[in-house]
């Protein structure tokens, strides 16, 4: 029972990636779910957050109008798409449960790293 994360990489300023989030555990599409990001030296913080149903997101303010939750159900998969890259997006973004007090065992994660 696993969280598995892709898509990020290594982009210039103003760039876009497509994070992917799969989940294999079964009950995927009853629980809300969120993208979360750590960067060296910081804590872990979320960045967003999306309904079971995919019917309402959030976001923190700093990626407002940027970044983009989005879940379909039928593939346990969650996506981020992040526009408009700033090289304070760098980090490792993880997926898990929201809120984060109901989290499982944190996968891999995948480095985002955006060049200035």
């Known amino acids: 029972v696993q969280l598995v994360e892709s898509g990020g990489g290594l982009v210039q300023t103003g760039g876009s990636l497509r994070l992917s989030c799969v989940d294999s555990?079964?009950?995927?599409?009853?629980?809300?779910m969120g993208w979360y990001r750590q960067a060296p030296g910081k804590q872990r913080e979320l960045v967003a957050a999306i309904t079971s149903g995919g019917g309402a997101t959030n976001y923190v303010d700093s990626v407002k109008g940027r970044f983009t939750i989005s879940r379909d159900n039928a593939k346990n998969t969650m996506y981020l798409q992040m526009n408009s890259l700033k090289p304070e997006d760098t980090a490792v973004y993880f997926c898990?449960?929201?809120?984060?007090?109901?989290?499982?065992?944190w996968g891999q994660g995948t480095q985002v790293t955006v060049s200035s």
């Open positions: 898990n449960i929201f809120p984060v007090s109901m989290a499982r065992a």
């Open positions: 555990e079964s009950t995927f599409s009853i629980n809300a």
